[in-house]
């Protein structure tokens, strides 16, 4: 006779993860499927050839605000504290990024310029645009056009194939602008990575859930013969409804390793990170040992290159935050929520640009609501 579960999991991601431990340590009894061959989703880690880390599905830096985000995931990882350090290569020169007062005195060759000077500066080139309404005027209306055009206008129009007038503001101001001379890349208050990786922790996550895993299986061939008593989909919220509106955009991403000898100081470049905003094919090269704290004669690279996401054909990795695929993801979930029995929770399911920790505390959140029902 075939098993019974409280709880079928579709995605082995930080999401389905979260919520089977979360569910394990009340008893429930939890399947989770995942169609690729690992768990850990796109937060997915490994070692190369010479044992250093890299990041398979493109750069994950862990940060966050939340106490109970931290001290949850802390069961499961140790972690090394970090400084995401990110340089933009354009116009033959390295510069320091997000844009801060560093980046001013490159910019004008005036390395004594000061914190007023810069001030001065962005008064005098921001635009007036009261209530920025795309990912082009977040920016213009703040930094000016140099700085737009310098930075922003060519990274957001390869990593999106699309004009940033059609995306929303919140994309660009993600990146802060600062003007003193932090250059770290972002604000939270804990910026770590998990000592041994992602991929050790969440295999602490699957181990504690106490829950069975089926790997390189798609749900939907599974769930004709399971018993179950409720499904958690953390997939595309298209692909659930057979995409009955139309698909959704994603922008899908092709990521090359490279395994390369260090240089003298142990790296291959700079810093962490490396954006593009000329005309590579590329976005961005992550160098991971940066954080890692690994030593090693050898290196690692890995170079992103965007493109159009095809269902079926390629991985949908960024939902694409612009109005009209808003008004179709609102469709879905208003599907979503008459769907009888069905939990969507995670990136993919909500449709939205969430980073690992808002994943983290929306599990857990889903967690209390599923113990009301
Ligand atoms: P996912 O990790 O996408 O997991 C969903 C899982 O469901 C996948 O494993 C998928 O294979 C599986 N699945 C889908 N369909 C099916 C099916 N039909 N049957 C079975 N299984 C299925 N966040 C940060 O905080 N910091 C960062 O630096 C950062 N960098 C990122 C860089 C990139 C390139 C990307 C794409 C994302 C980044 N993120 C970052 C976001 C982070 O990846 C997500 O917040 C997180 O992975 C979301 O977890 P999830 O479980 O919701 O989704
Ligand atoms: N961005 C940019 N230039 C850069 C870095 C980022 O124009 O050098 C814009 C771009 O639109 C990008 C967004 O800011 O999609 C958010 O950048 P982030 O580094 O947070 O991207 P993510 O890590 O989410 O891919």
Redesign the pocket.
């Known amino acids: 006779m075939s098993a019974t579960y409280d709880y079928v999991i579709?995605?082995?991601?930080?999401?389905?993860?979260v919520l089977a431990e979360r569910l394990g340590s009340i008893g429930k009894r939890c399947l989770v499927?995942?169609?690729?061959d690992h768990?850990?989703?796109?937060?997915y880690d490994r070692k190369d050839r010479h044992g250093l880390f890299y990041h398979v599905?493109?750069?994950?830096?862990?940060?966050t605000y939340s106490a109970q985000v931290r001290a949850y995931l802390s069961r499961f990882t140790e972690w090394n504290e970090v400084r995401y350090q990110v340089r933009v290569f354009t116009r033959g020169t390295y510069w320091s990024f997000p844009v801060n007062l560093e980046t001013f005195r490159q910019l004008k060759a005036a390395p004594a310029a000061t914190e007023d000077d810069f001030k001065q500066y962005l008064k005098d080139n921001a635009l007036d645009i009261p209530s920025p309404a795309n990912a082009k005027e977040a920016i213009l209306s703040v930094a000016g056009r140099e700085l737009y055009d310098l930075f922003y206008a060519g990274y957001t129009a390869k990593q999106w194939g699309r004009p940033p007038e059609s995306l929303d503001a919140s994309v660009t101001q993600r990146i802060p602008i600062r003007t003193n001379a932090d250059d770290r890349y972002f604000q939270e208050d804990f910026q770590a990575l998990p000592s041994e990786g992602y991929t050790r922790m969440f295999e602490r996550l699957l181990a504690a859930s106490g829950a069975e895993l089926r790997l390189e299986?798609?749900?939907?061939h599974a769930l004709p013969g399971l018993t179950y008593g409720h499904l958690i989909y953390?997939?595309?919220i298209d692909?659930y409804f057979d995409c009955r509106w139309g698909p959704l955009p994603y922008r899908t991403?092709r990521f090359e390793l490279d395994e390369v000898p260090a240089g003298p100081d142990g790296f291959a470049q700079p810093a962490l990170q490396i954006n593009y905003p000329g005309p590579e094919p590329f976005t961005r090269t992550v160098e991971v040992k940066h954080v890692t704290g690994q030593s090693s004669p050898w290196t690692n690279i890995v170079r992103?290159f965007p493109g159009e996401y095809q269902a079926g054909q390629s991985e949908p990795?960024?939902p694409l935050p612009g109005a009209e695929s808003r008004a179709l993801a609102e469709r879905y979930r208003m599907l979503a929520a008459d769907e009888p029995n069905v939990t969507f929770?995670?990136?993919?399911?909500q449709y939205r640009y969430?980073?690992?920790?808002?994943?983290v505390a929306g599990a857990l959140h889903t967690f209390e609501k599923l113990q009301e029902r």
């Open positions: 579709v995605g082995a991601g930080f999401s389905g993860l499927i995942e169609k690729r768990i850990g989703g796109n937060c599905y493109g750069p994950h830096y862990f940060r299986t798609d749900y939907r953390t997939g595309p692909e991403l992103e990795y960024y929770v995670g990136r993919l399911a969430l980073n690992m920790d808002q994943i």
